[in-house]
């Protein structure tokens, strides 16, 4: 089992910027793939980035490129989702999960491991 918890989430007006981190605890977390997804009121779970078990291959929403940096640090067991420029349109809630198979996936029925979630709010 891994544990994931979100934080960083809060309200931020258009054009700022937030680090959301996600803590896992379980098992060794440098042998998962991690993925960031957000969920708006009334719309589907959208995948936004994912970085693979090294940190070396990352991948992006289209919406998001250029905006949006996933990082992850093995030793703090952390993974993290740097926000800049900020638009309404990102305001959602952001879950990180983690994939047993460490390469990237931009799907989210193939990740294994969730967590709760963190509210992120972009007023205009």
């Known amino acids: 089992q891994v544990q994931l918890v979100e934080s960083g989430g809060g309200f931020v007006q258009a054009g700022g910027s937030l680090r959301l981190s996600c803590a896992a605890s379980?098992?060794?977390?440098?042998?998962?793939?991690m993925g960031w997804f957000r969920q708006a009121p009334g719309k589907e779970r959208e995948f936004v980035a994912t970085?693979?078990?090294?940190?070396?291959?990352?991948s992006y929403a289209d919406s998001v490129k250029g905006r949006f940096t996933i990082s992850r640090d093995n030793d703090k067991n952390t993974v993290y989702l740097q926000m800049n420029s900020l638009e309404p349109e990102d305001t959602a809630v952001y879950y990180c999960?983690?994939?047993?198979?460490?390469?990237?996936?931009?799907?989210?029925?193939?990740?294994?491991?969730w967590g709760q979630g963190t509210q992120v709010t972009v007023s205009s």
């Open positions: 999960a983690a994939d047993r198979a460490g390469a990237i996936r931009t799907n989210s029925n193939a990740y294994t491991y």
């Open positions: 970085i693979n078990w090294s940190g070396g291959r990352t």
């Open positions: 379980g098992r060794p977390f440098s042998n998962y793939a």
